[in-house]
Structure formats: structure tokens, C-alpha cells
């Protein structure tokens, strides 16, 4: 966790932060897509989809590999598990807090208070 | 053991917890109302709390520090901005140095916890909002947390099953 800088976790975060770019990483995980089979699945240019592909790249979200003439797109999964293991940890957190409210609040019924 | 869900928002970096607790309402704020009581809930055994100051209401502040196992400590205090006994808390949590002055340098979060009476008990929902992803990690950094595999697994499955998501259906809260 410590070893991720703090620039790219804001950059993780600034791309996700778009719902078509959520879709492309969606897209393209498991089976890479070209940029232009891509670009037929949004009412947007090729080329604001391309801008979309580039912002996931930087974020190391997605990384693109020549296929012949076409661009293939494979989505990373590491920097995802970064955030979710962040929020996760984060709720293990609060969820042993709840605990020991409740272990509390069932000492005074042994207390008889 | 109480009832618990929660949400993440990875957008708005938000946490939502909600716990159903075998206890009346007022009993529950009592936790937050008294300082011992606190105290005994805000931080795990390896990292033992002692709340300072407590003052329960708008414009007052509750300042506590966490015991690391090898004896340094970590200071936070509240800022409290609205209290609705026994319903409602809402305040700015800051990190601090050893006199309690808020560390400007260090991202907060906005907290509102809501009590609400059900019939079994009380319905608790805490909302943690952090100022930014450098806070999220500050809070975790602390050392504070066991780690959990859990989470990696479900990331895993949902990345699996993404494949073959419906586009046309698909909510941003996938990834969420």
C-alpha cells in the first residue's frame, strides 16, 4: 500500500472518475477491444474516445498493444485493487469498531445496569 | 452481533456504514456522550484511545490521541459542527499534533453519524467523507488496520464477471 505514490493514486482516481471511462475499463477487462470497436459502442468521436483511452493509460489503468494496424486496449487490474483494498481496509476498520460497540453495549446487561 | 452494510463511493471517496445495535436509542449516543465510553470504541486494543477533551456540541471539540505499540502517539480531535441528541452527530475529524492543534498539511474528513430507534433497537449510519485520497491513506497508514484478503477475492470476482457485463445496463457503481 505504501509503496503506491500518491500522485498516481489521484491520477487512479481523476480517471475513474468519468462514467464512460468506468465503462471502458468494464470493456475492456478480460478480452482486450480495439480503439475503434471501442469508439462504435459510445455517441462520442473517435477521438474523445481515444482521449478517454489515453487519461486510463496514464492512470496505468489500461495499457494499448499493436495488433497488425489496430490498437488493442486490456484493462490492468492491479491499480483497481489498490482502491477497492483501500476502501476495504478502511470499512475492516469501522466494521471492528461496530463490534466493540456492541461487546460494550452487551456488558451491561452482565454489569446489570 | 449488529446487522452491518456498507458503501463505498470511490468517486467521492465516501465510506457508509450502517449497524443495527440490541440497545434503546439513548443508550447508543451514550457511547459518543461519554468520553470512557469512547474511548474504549474509537481505536482496536493495540492502539488503545484516550479522549482529552469532550465537549458534545456545536462549535465544541473532542480531542483524542491513539497509543501505537511501541508507544507513539497519534493525535486527532473533532470538530464538532451539529448535535442532535440522540439522533445525530456531525463534525470534521483532523489530525493533530501533541498540543491538539489541527496539522493544516494533513486532509481531514467530514463525519455524520445518525441514530435512528427501530424496533429492535437503534439503527446506526456513520458517513465518513475524506478531503482526499492522501487522507484515506494517512487514516489507514496509521497502522491501524488488519489487513483483509477479503476484499482482493471480491475485486478478483468482480473483474471476472465484468467481461461479459451489459453495457446498456451497466451503473457506475460496478466498480464502485
Same mark, same amino acid.
Request: proline share 4%.
Given at each position: 500500500?505504501?509503496?503506491?505514490?500518491?500522485?498516481?493514486?489521484?491520477?487512479?482516481?481523476?480517471?475513474?472518475?468519468?462514467?464512460?471511462?468506468?465503462?471502458?475499463?468494464?470493456?475492456?477487462?478480460?478480452?482486450?477491444?480495439?480503439?475503434?470497436?471501442?469508439?462504435?459502442?459510445?455517441?462520442?468521436?473517435?477521438?474523445?474516445?481515444?482521449?478517454?483511452?489515453?487519461?486510463?493509460?496514464?492512470?496505468?489503468?489500461?495499457?494499448?498493444?499493436?495488433?497488425?494496424?489496430?490498437?488493442?486496449?486490456?484493462?490492468?487490474?492491479?491499480?483497481?485493487?489498490?482502491?477497492?483494498?483501500?476502501?476495504?481496509?478502511?470499512?475492516?476498520?469501522?466494521?471492528?469498531?461496530?463490534?466493540?460497540?456492541?461487546?460494550?453495549?452487551?456488558?451491561?446487561?452482565?454489569?446489570?445496569? | 452481533?449488529?446487522?452491518?452494510?456498507?458503501?463505498?463511493?470511490?468517486?467521492?471517496?465516501?465510506?457508509?456504514?450502517?449497524?443495527?445495535?440490541?440497545?434503546?436509542?439513548?443508550?447508543?449516543?451514550?457511547?459518543?456522550?461519554?468520553?470512557?465510553?469512547?474511548?474504549?470504541?474509537?481505536?482496536?486494543?493495540?492502539?488503545?484511545?484516550?479522549?482529552?477533551?469532550?465537549?458534545?456540541?456545536?462549535?465544541? $471539540?473532542?480531542?483524542?490521541?491513539?497509543?501505537?505499540?511501541? +508507544?507513539?502517539?497519534?493525535?486527532?480531535?473533532?470538530?464538532?459542527?451539529?448535535?442532535?441528541?440522540?439522533?445525530?452527530?456531525?463534525?470534521?475529524?483532523?489530525?493533530?499534533?501533541?498540543?491538539?492543534?489541527?496539522?493544516?498539511?494533513?486532509?481531514?474528513?467530514?463525519?455524520?453519524?445518525?441514530?435512528?430507534?427501530?424496533?429492535?433497537?437503534? $439503527?446506526?449510519?456513520?458517513?465518513?467523507?475524506?478531503?482526499?485520497?492522501? +487522507?484515506?491513506?494517512?487514516?489507514?497508514?496509521?497502522?491501524?488496520?488488519?489487513?483483509?484478503?477479503?476484499?482482493?477475492?471480491?475485486?478478483?470476482?468482480?473483474?471476472?464477471?465484468?467481461?461479459?457485463?451489459?453495457?446498456?445496463?451497466?451503473?457506475?457503481?460496478?466498480?464502485?
Amino acid at each position: 500500500m505504501k509503496a503506491v505514490l500518491d500522485d498516481e493514486v489521484d491520477a487512479l482516481f481523476q480517471a475513474l472518475a468519468d462514467r464512460t471511462r468506468r465503462d471502458i475499463v468494464r470493456r475492456v477487462t478480460g478480452e482486450g477491444l480495439s480503439v475503434s470497436d471501442l469508439a462504435a459502442g459510445y455517441d462520442m468521436s473517435f477521438a474523445a474516445v481515444q482521449k478517454h483511452v489515453a487519461v486510463l493509460e496514464r492512470a496505468g489503468l489500461v495499457t494499448k498493444r499493436r495488433v497488425g494496424k489496430r490498437q488493442i486496449a486490456h484493462a490492468e487490474v492491479g491499480p483497481l485493487r489498490t482502491i477497492r483494498s483501500m476502501l476495504a481496509e478502511l470499512e475492516d476498520q469501522w466494521v471492528e469498531r461496530v463490534q466493540r460497540i456492541d461487546d460494550l453495549l452487551a456488558g451491561d446487561e452482565q454489569a446489570g445496569s | 452481533m449488529p446487522v452491518i452494510d456498507t458503501f463505498h463511493d470511490e468517486e467521492t471517496l465516501t465510506l457508509t456504514i450502517v449497524a443495527e445495535f440490541a440497545a434503546p436509542l439513548e443508550r447508543v449516543w451514550e457511547v459518543y456522550a461519554d468520553p470512557r465510553q469512547l474511548e474504549q470504541i474509537w481505536g482496536p486494543p493495540t492502539y488503545p484511545a484516550t479522549v482529552v477533551d469532550h465537549s458534545l456540541a456545536p462549535g465544541g $471539540r473532542v480531542t483524542y490521541y491513539m497509543t501505537s505499540p511501541e +508507544g507513539e502517539k497519534f493525535c486527532g480531535l473533532w470538530e464538532l459542527t451539529a448535535v442532535d441528541r440522540p439522533t445525530r452527530l456531525e463534525f470534521r475529524d483532523y489530525f493533530a499534533d501533541e498540543d491538539f492543534t489541527v496539522v493544516e498539511s494533513m486532509p481531514g474528513s467530514s463525519c455524520v453519524y445518525r441514530f435512528e430507534a427501530t424496533e429492535t433497537g437503534t $439503527r446506526a449510519t456513520y458517513e465518513s467523507v475524506f478531503d482526499s485520497v492522501e +487522507g484515506l491513506r494517512t487514516v489507514l497508514e496509521m497502522g491501524v488496520i488488519e489487513g483483509s484478503t477479503g476484499a482482493i477475492n471480491q475485486i478478483d470476482g468482480l473483474l471476472a464477471r465484468s467481461g461479459t457485463v451489459n453495457r446498456a445496463n451497466s451503473q457506475p457503481s460496478e466498480l464502485a
